[in-house]
């Protein structure tokens, strides 16, 4: 088993995606643990202003490289609600939360979805068939926030500093490896 530790809003982590279906051809079972990585972000978000130079360039060579469409928002989202839904579903409906990730992953960064719109959230709760009373519950009574906070606790014992960091055989590995030394770094993988 791998944990992972991303946020909605990372770029990084959108196309870390693609990592972790290597992850997965390799039969490896990987956790996916939310960790908000800018909790400075208003709740009602930010502009993001131009996103040019060569990290972007970088980031829309890769997300290219692994066949995922990248439109930049034109906001920064806050995420902490949409992660805390994340980890209540991982929590409660855990056949249901990679679809769930992918599709908030895709509202964000294909289609510019305000991440921080509980009604956003909603909805794409919805399209994976989650009870929507029983979320809002959980958001209600800080279910779903504590166990956020739970995660991101894990992360930060584990040296979590930055999105995406995986913790493989021990080991906290953090950004964006290229493709090529992921494939080698999982591939001398211990057996669990």
Same mark, same amino acid.
């Given at each position: 088993?791998?944990?992972?530790?991303?946020?909605?809003?990372?770029?990084?982590?959108?196309?870390?995606?693609?990592?972790?279906?290597?992850?997965?051809?390799?039969?490896?079972?990987?956790?996916?643990?939310?960790?908000?990585?800018?909790?400075?972000?208003?709740?009602?978000?930010?502009?993001?202003?131009?996103?040019?130079?060569?990290?972007?360039?970088?980031?829309?060579?890769?997300?290219?490289?692994?066949?995922?469409?990248?439109? $930049?928002?034109?906001?920064?989202?806050?995420?902490?609600?949409? %992660?805390?839904?994340? /980890?209540?579903? *991982?929590? #409660? @409906?855990?056949?249901?939360?990679?679809?769930?990730?992918?599709?908030?992953?895709?509202?964000?960064?294909?289609?510019?979805?305000?991440?921080?719109?509980?009604?956003?959230?909603?909805?794409?709760?919805?399209?994976?068939?989650?009870?929507?009373?029983?979320?809002?519950?959980?958001?209600?009574?800080?279910?779903?926030?504590?166990?956020?906070?739970?995660?991101?606790?894990?992360?930060?014992?584990?040296?979590?500093?930055?999105?995406?960091? $995986?913790?493989?055989?021990?080991?906290?590995?953090?950004?964006? %490896?290229?493709?090529? /030394?992921?494939? *080698?770094? #999982? @591939?001398?993988?211990?057996?669990?």
């Amino acid at each position: 088993m791998v944990r992972h530790w991303f946020d909605f809003m990372c770029p990084f982590c959108y196309v870390a995606q693609h990592r972790n279906d290597i992850l997965a051809r390799r039969g490896i079972e990987v956790v996916h643990l939310p960790y908000q990585i800018h909790p400075e972000i208003p709740e009602d978000g930010l502009d993001a202003g131009l996103r040019i130079g060569p990290m972007y360039e970088h980031l829309d060579r890769e997300a290219a490289a692994a066949g995922l469409v990248l439109n $930049w928002p034109a906001r920064l989202s806050n995420t902490r609600r949409a %992660l805390s839904v994340a /980890e209540w579903i *991982r929590r #409660t @409906a855990p056949d249901k939360a990679d679809d769930f990730t992918k599709r908030l992953f895709h509202a964000y960064f294909v289609d510019g979805e305000n991440l921080g719109d509980p009604a956003v959230v909603e909805r794409h709760a919805t399209a994976v068939d989650i009870d929507v009373d029983e979320l809002r519950g959980a958001l209600s009574d800080g279910t779903a926030a504590t166990w956020l906070v739970e995660s991101e606790l894990a992360g930060a014992e584990a040296g979590v500093r930055a999105t995406p960091s $995986w913790e493989i055989n021990g080991q906290l590995i953090s950004g964006l %490896l290229p493709a090529s /030394e992921f494939e *080698r770094l #999982t @591939a001398a993988r211990r057996p669990a």
